[in-house]
Every structure is written in C-alpha cells, then in structure tokens.
C-alpha cells in the first residue's frame, strides 16, 4: 500500500485550515503528483507481478549522515528490484549527465541520485544476507511519455511502455530458480521491521496555530459550515452527513498530523474544536480510540490521518455523504 507522507497529510490538513503561502502550495502540487506516480507505479507492478514476489514501498534507510527513501522494492527469486518512481509530465531532456527541463537546466540529477540510493540499499542488501542481484530504476510512469534520454545505461531506467515487458522477462529469469519463496517473505519482513521512521515531520507554529481557524469541516467540501446534530454532522454547503464521532475522530488525527511531536493532551486536542464539542466528549473519544501514554501524560499521537488510522472502523451512525 502507498501511504502519503507526513508531509503531504500536514500540508493536506493544514490547506484546510489556513491558507497555505506561495512555497507550500508549491510544495502540495509536488507531493501530489509524487503520490499519484507512486500509487500508478504500485498498481500496474502488483498487477504484472508474480504471486509470491512482494513488493514493499516506502522503506527508509540511513547510514551516517545519508538518509535514503526507496519509492518501490521489489524482492524476486533472482534478486532486489529498486524502482525510483518520476511521474514526470513536462519535457525532460537528458544527454550524457546534464538534465533540462523544458529547454532549462534541472540541477537534481535523478540518476546520481538514484546511484546513491543504490549504493546504500546494497549495504542493506549485504546486511541481510540476501541471495540475489540488486538492482535499481528509475521509473518513468507518467503515460504522457515526454522524457527523453540519451547516453546513459539503459538498465538505469524504464518508461511505463515497457514496464510489463520488463516483468515478464524477469519472471521467465526466474523460471530457472528454486522455489525460494520462504526466503523472499523472510527478507521483506525484515526490512519492514527494519524500515527507520521519518524524522523530519513537519510541525505547525504556535503562532500558526493561533490564526489557524478552528472547528470541524465537512469530510466532503471542507466547508466549516456544518449543523451539528447528537449523532450526526450536517453540512450545510453540500448537504453531506456524517457520524458525529467520525467526525470528531478525524478532526482528532488531523491535529495530530499538524503537531506530530506532541502527544494528545486532552485540554490541548480540545482547543482544535473551537468550543464546537464538548470537553466531556472529546475526552471519551480520546479514551475510546487512542491508546494512553505510559509515562507522560495524554494519548499516544499516530501522526496519522483518520483514513489510515481508522479507516476500517464501523460506526454506529452511518455517513450519507
Ligand atoms: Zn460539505
């Protein structure tokens, strides 16, 4: 599964709420675009892939001061397949180390960079023993097809054209293999349990935070018009309904997103809602659904958003959105 970053959930969140400057509008279109690359790249290589290959995203690994993410690894009989995902839609043009974007220079170059995480994940790849190759691409999957390159090593990148050529014949490679998939499953657990956490988040200021407008917003519109009934929230712009404690509960993560190095006081989580909800019930939903901290005070913060936190919990009171 392809998850947002804690930084496009932030800048998500916050969007909501305040109007984001110049640079994180900026920063959004970016993130969204990576996501919606990653979650095409994701699908069509599950789709084309063999059943006991897994195919792992998101993994962070550091060494020293160098941090690397691994957009896609696939682990197959004969080896580690890395895919650096570009969802590229402009003109890019590349000719023996030199990159131009639209006719202009682009400084990043995506295949230095894609050697350096090669060059990390091969200690990783070292660490565990693994059997096989490593190997690594960049994956063009945008279906615009507007890259263009000259003069590097064609095994370093791939156009989504040929993508399920290329998963084909790595299948028919591993035709000559012994069945290891107890090996595969062993490796790719090892590295989720090994992947490191982010440990850049973005956090908003308190400044921020004060000038932030408060309340719930619709799941549908994000309008903050909203009626609040007992059991349900009723939007008042799009007409949407939703379970009040969903909408609670998701007002409840998002702040978590935008403060993901503080814990969920309660008097604090409060404060999001603007006098719209009572202290009681934010402190029984508190209680329900998040786990206690231990040695502080408050509730654990998931730095999560509702969807992938509890996105597979039923309520009582059905949305009619
Ligand atoms: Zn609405």
Redesign the pocket.
Known sequence: MIIKTQEYQWLEELQCRLALTKLEEKEIFIQRVGFEGELEAFKLISEYKQHDWQLLSGLRFTQGMSEIQVDLLLITQVGWVMFEVKNYDSNYHYRDGKWLVNGLPKTRDDFAQLNRTLAILKNVHQRIGASGELSGKLLFINESDTVEIEGAEPALFIKRAKLKDFMRRLGEDCLNYLDNTHQIAVEANWLNAHSEPDLHLRSLTDERYDKMRKGIY?C??A?FHIQFERYHIC?E????VEAAEKAILRTICGYGILFPYKHLNTREVYSVFGGQVQYRRVKKILNKYFQRNASQAGFINPVKNFEYQFGHVKFHYNDHL
């Open positions: 619709c549908r519109c309008s939007c712009s799009c007409g949407a």
